[in-house]
């Protein structure tokens, strides 16, 4: 079974997250090697802060973890790094880099 993790800056309105979780999940899913995930594949949003998101990108590219790094390029985000979307994987290879980051749960969720 494979994962399709998506974490999403938790201080975005909650509209700007939901259209990063798009973005970065479409861009994701066609990484190479994505497709050879085998169905189901479980989607799972969760949440980080700007620093979060900066720190688990260069611990995915550590790692060897396939990953987009969304960025916002319009105002008031101005470059700001938004999301990352990994390609869909076991749950195992990413466990230990992910277990810290708490669920979207919706817009009492930013903090």
Not at 9 to 27: F, L
Not at 59 to 80: K, M, S, Y
């Amino acid at each position: 079974m494979a994962y399709h993790y998506v974490i999403v800056r938790r201080d975005a309105p909650v509209g700007v997250q939901a259209a990063m979780i798009v973005h970065a999940a479409g861009e994701s899913a066609q990484l190479r090697g994505a497709a050879a995930a085998s169905p189901p594949t479980h989607a799972v949003a969760l949440s980080a802060s700007e620093a979060e998101l900066r720190a688990l990108a260069r611990a995915l590219a550590v790692a060897g973890v396939r990953h987009v790094f969304v960025r916002e390029p319009d105002e008031p985000w101005c470059g700001a790094p938004m999301a990352i979307g990994l390609a869909p994987m076991p749950r195992a290879r990413v466990r230990r880099l992910l277990a810290h980051l708490p669920l979207v749960r919706g817009k009492d969720d930013r903090g």
